[in-house]
């Protein structure tokens, strides 16, 4: 999910209609790079660039595609339109598709685990040259993987908003209500291998009947406790996401094409401070041309490159360094 991104405009979905959130061929930019993937040299001179520098990693959907998770804009992915903010919250009929097909989708995302590059910034973290990470997904694979100072900046499949009262839960607890509305409804959808889509979404032809749960507390409006496209990154967030970039002396954007602002206005920000800034990605990124280096390289093969070449020479990380750290990233 995102924010400040065209989409385009589509109708209430019925099952007559194309779902607005696949196969839009309109919305997704091409970013193919159709460059040979970076070499150990290229690593090595990457790493040497970060050497003795605070690393903040900004990462994106492309770091969780190796652990099943598709994305939106990679190499391999299909075009598809997200479903906006504006649509979830004026129509009912759109409400209804996202919660049925995400009663489906989010069990996938549930059950994906941490890949190499997920651990490989957990393990530069704990050997105090990774200062924190700021992702654009909403997956929390990177808290799976052991990393302690991450900001979600697009929020957490994990937990459910009420628009109303503001009264956050667990997806989880959701899920249970979900099912006893719609007894049996998982089971067929699944009974189908329905495609999963990026966000937790899975491809789901009937969703007319499917009951949608409203708050506990008000009644009000149920909604994923992430940034939709078309919606803002909460301001708190976004100061949060800046003090984390200027705290860092460089930042190191793994597995994102940069396509949406909310992340690119970090690397702007880095470039700026004339802060190192390396790029490892599959494909072309907007942030291509504020790189001090670029790579074309997947993030499972990249980051535990770095993170060997990174922590061969570092010591471990003391008490003391390690409460300064957390001081400097917690609010």
């Given at each position: 999910?995102?924010?400040?991104?065209?989409?385009?405009?589509?109708?209430?979905?019925?099952?007559?209609?194309?779902?607005?959130r696949?196969?839009?061929?309109?919305?997704?930019?091409?970013?193919?790079?159709?460059?040979?993937?970076?070499?150990?040299?290229?690593?090595t001179?990457?790493?040497?660039?970060?050497?003795?520098?605070?690393?903040?990693a900004?990462?994106?959907?492309g770091?969780?595609?190796?652990?099943g998770?598709?994305?939106?804009?990679?190499?391999?992915?299909?075009?598809?339109?997200?479903?906006?903010?504006?649509?979830?919250?004026?129509?009912?009929?759109?409400?209804?598709?996202?919660?049925?097909?995400?009663h489906?989708?989010?069990l996938?995302v549930?059950?994906?685990?941490?890949?190499?590059?997920?651990?490989?910034?957990?393990?530069?973290?704990?050997?105090?040259?990774l200062?924190?990470?700021?992702?654009?997904?909403?997956?929390?694979?990177?808290?799976?993987?052991?990393?302690?100072?991450?900001?979600?900046?697009?929020?957490?499949?994990?937990?459910?908003?009420c628009?109303?009262?503001?009264?956050?839960?667990?997806?989880?607890?959701?899920?249970?209500?979900?099912?006893d509305?719609?007894?049996?409804?998982?089971?067929?959808?699944?009974?189908?291998?329905?495609?999963?889509?990026?966000?937790?979404?899975?491809?789901?032809?009937?969703?007319?009947?499917?009951?949608?749960?409203?708050?506990?507390?008000?009644?009000?409006?149920?909604?994923?406790?992430i940034?939709?496209?078309g919606?803002?990154?909460?301001?708190?967030?976004?100061?949060?996401?800046?003090?984390?970039?200027?705290?860092?002396?460089?930042?190191?954007?793994?597995?994102?094409?940069?396509?949406?602002?909310?992340?690119?206005?970090?690397?702007?920000?880095?470039?700026?401070?004339?802060?190192?800034?390396?790029?490892?990605?599959?494909?072309?990124?907007?942030?291509?041309?504020?790189?001090?280096?670029?790579?074309?390289?997947?993030?499972?093969?990249?980051?535990?490159?770095?993170?060997?070449?990174?922590?061969?020479?570092?010591?471990?990380?003391?008490?003391?360094?390690?409460?300064?750290?957390s001081?400097?990233?917690?609010?």
């Amino acid at each position: 999910m995102a924010t400040n991104t065209p989409s385009p405009a589509a109708s209430s979905p019925t099952t007559s209609t194309v779902s607005p959130r696949v196969l839009h061929s309109t919305w997704a930019p091409s970013y193919a790079d159709h460059r040979p993937d970076a070499t150990d040299a290229e690593l090595t001179e990457a790493a040497d660039l970060l050497a003795g520098h605070r690393v903040l990693a900004l990462t994106g959907a492309g770091l969780s595609t190796d652990s099943g998770i598709p994305d939106y804009r990679g190499p391999q992915a299909r075009p598809r339109s997200p479903m906006t903010y504006q649509q979830f919250v004026a129509d009912p009929a759109f409400r209804r598709q996202y919660w049925a097909r995400n009663h489906i989708g989010w069990l996938h995302v549930g059950r994906t685990q941490p890949n190499a590059g997920h651990r490989a910034l957990a393990d530069l973290e704990r050997a105090g040259v990774l200062t924190g990470v700021i992702t654009q997904n909403v997956d929390r694979l990177h808290q799976a993987a052991g990393s302690r100072h991450v900001l979600d900046l697009h929020g957490s499949y994990a937990e459910v908003v009420c628009l109303d009262c503001g009264r956050v839960i667990p997806r989880t607890e959701l899920d249970e209500r979900l099912a006893d509305l719609n007894p049996g409804f998982r089971e067929a959808a699944l009974a189908a291998s329905p495609e999963i889509a990026p966000d937790a979404d899975a491809v789901v032809a009937d969703t007319d009947g499917f009951r949608v749960a409203t708050c506990e507390v008000c009644g009000g409006t149920l909604k994923p406790h992430i940034v939709y496209f078309g919606e803002n990154v909460p301001p708190a967030r976004v100061a949060r996401s800046y003090a984390m970039v200027d705290d860092a002396t460089a930042l190191l954007v793994a597995g994102t094409s940069l396509a949406v602002q909310s992340g690119l206005r970090l690397v702007k920000r880095a470039a700026r401070a004339g802060k190192p800034v390396v790029v490892v990605n599959r494909g072309l990124t907007r942030g291509d041309d504020l790189a001090t280096l670029r790579l074309n390289a997947g993030t499972s093969r990249a980051l535990p490159f770095l993170a060997d070449e990174l922590t061969s020479s570092v010591p471990p990380r003391t008490t003391a360094t390690r409460a300064a750290a957390s001081a400097r990233l917690d609010p």
